[in-house]
């Protein structure tokens, strides 16, 4: 059923590798500049440089106040405040104010890796002959560790720090469900207005999987094997994709009800119409079969009041591995049929909690401008992936609704569903 009040989007930030801030973040959709490349983490080891989707130009102590927050701020955290604040920015929370109390943050996480330059003084303390002694660790190391070091690195804090800066006294709550974070998040902050808990929610996502504590989990991730040609690493959908690429990245959005964004003057962005999430259990023995994504499309479409043929491009999750894509082309044809696809990720690659806002950004551009970005790196199509996706330009003159879809490989879904102001 369709919501029984209208709920619409008057704020958005997005700090990307292909840009920060919308217009930046735009400029490079139009021009097809990839944000993955290689990273200069190893210094002069003989090891292969990885590559990633790294925002090379954030200078956090340009954006974070006070400065002295960044003591205790992560690079997802960072990220995520920016991202907020940017928002903030457009909605004109400053200059047309909601009443604090009506205020709330839900925010998108990862379980966040620490800095490992951080534990190498804690680590060496506990070094005796060569060996390291574990029975030295809960107090000796605890010495060489900064006092507030767990405050950089707990998955709530992203919404704490927001909330704090912007002071929003209504609910604070973060989500922590891998690549669907994000949309999950923005998708409660909808509930807690409909409960009438606030008037108004900064609702988003942040991560950072350019980090080696990351790729010491590289076995569970189907990465991709083009480490000498980075910028056409990613590539969703097609023919000749080999694996994901692993990013960084944060959005935000400002939700509130119609009637409080008209009252304020704001001007609106983007509508929510529904969206639904949905899982399917995953087991070694029994893979994905898309039941949960076809689910969600459906359910989420129902939500919105709204039929397939009304929806004018699906921005898809689109991962860039063999199956994955297989699973969720099909998914979408049998139940979108041949709707224009667009894959973001090909830009930037997978930014975890923080992939599905970044990715609704281009969605949200898209129905400003009345066009379709392309996916990036698509140029033979897969039989096995029977979508529309749309390459080489800009697709124009589409239907103003849009569905965007985020899963994880353990069998997590999400679809939402926006339309233009």
Known sequence: MAHSQEIVITGMGVVSPIGIGSEAYWNSLSEGHSGVRALDVFGDSDLPAPIGGEISDFDPKQYVRPRKSLKVMSRDIQLAFVAADFACQQAALDTRPIDPERLGVVFGADMIACDLREMVDAIRSCVVDGQFDFSRWGQQSMAEMYPLWMLKYLP?????????????????????????????????????????????????????????????????FELSGRLDEPAAACRPFDADRDGMIHGEGSAAFILERRQLAEARGANILARILGFAATFEPYADVRPLRGDAIRSAIKLALQNAGIGPGEIGHVNADGLGTVQNDVIE?????????????????????????????????????????????????????DPQCPVNVVRKTFLKDTKPTVMVLNQTQRGQSIAMVLAAP
Request: glycine share 10%; proline share 6%.
């Open 156 to 220: 709530n804090m992203p919404a704490c720090h927001i909330g704090i800066a912007h002071d929003a006294r209504g609910p604070n709550n973060s989500i922590t469900l891998r690549e669907i974070s994000s949309l999950s998040a923005i998708a409660e902050a909808v509930r807690v207005i409909e409960r009438g808990q606030a008037d108004a929610m900064i609702a988003g996502g942040a991560s950072c999987w350019v980090h080696p504590f990351i790729w010491a989990y590289g076995r569970s």
């Open 329 to 381: 082309a099909q998914a979408i044809r049998e139940t979108l049929g041949d709707v224009p696809v667009t894959a973001p990720k090909s830009f930037f690659g997978n930014l975890g909690a923080g992939t599905g806002a970044v990715e609704m950004v281009a969605s949200i551009l898209a129905l400003e401008k009345s066009c379709v970005p392309f996916t990036l790196n698509y140029e033979r199509p």
